[in-house]
């Protein structure tokens, strides 16, 4: 049996209209699923809505409309890439509409993160002698637009200056990089060239919200400095990153970088794991998660349904930047005190 989804019109993921994936039958054959029969589509009329077997349902786009009329066998797959502390309309309305959920949560029924590291079966030779602190004078940077945000990163970076030197470009700094041709990469060759760390800090502290901050930058040779509630232990591999919260304060923090900044040969063992560690190709990520519903569809009657406000936006037990715990962090000490 060949399983359709659809997409609703007008309907993108960061500007991606394909969701990063594409249509039709082929990309299920181009990504070798194990049931590569499904096919896609955001052509409403292509389908009756009794034929549909999968609605995919952005919570960030344009239209958010549903079918006129639904099926008992079809599913409703709730997709979302954006943080639970940041949606368009409140997920409310939706309870006991969903029956999956596609999104960068790890308890998703088909988790589907921004990227991933995996272990090497063969670890790569290893550059004897090399120093990655040569050439870096400059301590960290941080590239930024969103100035106000509900993470308080930006208030921690204010704190942080008073320790340490801080180059922040874009929209809420004085530095700039523009993008070439529409990329980012010689913006990150730069950071690599000229700085020791990055700050890789989320917009919001969300359960397992890590964005293309930290995965961006681990791609290159600069450590990242990561703010955000991704389970990073279980997600990244050890000493390829520093986590802010896992300091008493920000003044601790600083320290530590400093004495890095200092000490070449402890800076240097935030690399070692690139030797036994990759990245798998974007194309495979990406085409995980739409292998995963295909197969599903194929196999799964049971009767499941969400109240997804519940499970994406009380569930993710987010934490706002004046709370105690994040205050307390950033400032070394309670609010009030």
Not at 29 to 49: E, I, Q
Not at 250 to 263: D, E, G, I, R, V
Request: hydrophobic residues 35%.
């Amino acid at each position: 049996m060949r399983h359709s989804f659809s997409r609703m019109k007008k309907v993108w993921v960061f500007g991606n209209y394909s969701f990063y994936f594409g249509f039709g039958r082929e990309p299920f054959v181009k990504a070798k699923c194990r049931v590569n029969s499904c096919f896609t589509t955001s052509d409403r009329s292509l389908f009756s809505l009794e034929e549909v077997d999968a609605v995919v349902w952005h919570s960030r786009s344009d239209d958010q409309s549903l079918p006129s009329k639904r099926s008992p066998h079809t599913r409703y797959v709730f997709w979302s890439w954006e943080s639970a502390h940041y949606m368009f309309d409140n997920l409310q309305q939706f309870k006991n509409v969903f029956n999956w959920t596609f999104t960068y949560r790890v308890d998703s029924d088909f988790p589907n993160p921004f990227s991933a590291v995996y272990r090497r079966l063969v670890p790569k030779p290893v550059s004897v002698g090399k120093n990655y602190a040569s050439g870096k004078k400059r301590l960290a940077a941080w590239f930024v637009s969103n100035c106000e945000t509900k993470s308080g990163r930006e208030r921690l970076v204010k704190k942080l200056k008073k320790w340490i030197r801080i180059d922040v470009y874009g929209r809420c700094g004085s530095y700039k990089c523009p993008w070439k041709n529409g990329k980012s990469n010689n913006c990150y060759e730069l950071i690599e060239r000229k700085y020791k760390f990055y700050f890789s800090f989320e917009n919001s502290l969300c359960k397992d919200y890590a964005t293309e901050k930290i995965f961006n930058i681990l791609r290159f040779n600069v450590v990242p400095v990561v703010y955000g509630l991704m389970n990073y232990t279980a997600k990244l591999p050890p000493k390829s990153y520093i986590d802010a919260l896992a300091f008493p304060t920000a003044k601790s923090l600083a320290t530590y970088l400093m004495f890095l900044h200092k000490n070449d040969a402890a800076y240097n063992e935030y690399f070692r794991w690139k030797v036994y560690h990759q990245f798998p190709s974007e194309w495979s990520l990406l085409a995980k998660p739409w292998c995963e519903l295909c197969e599903r569809l194929h196999d799964d009657q049971s009767e499941k349904v969400y109240d997804i406000y519940k499970w994406f936006i009380e569930d993710s037990r987010c934490i706002h930047h004046e709370m105690n715990k994040i205050s307390k962090f950033i400032d070394g000490k309670a609010p009030g005190k």
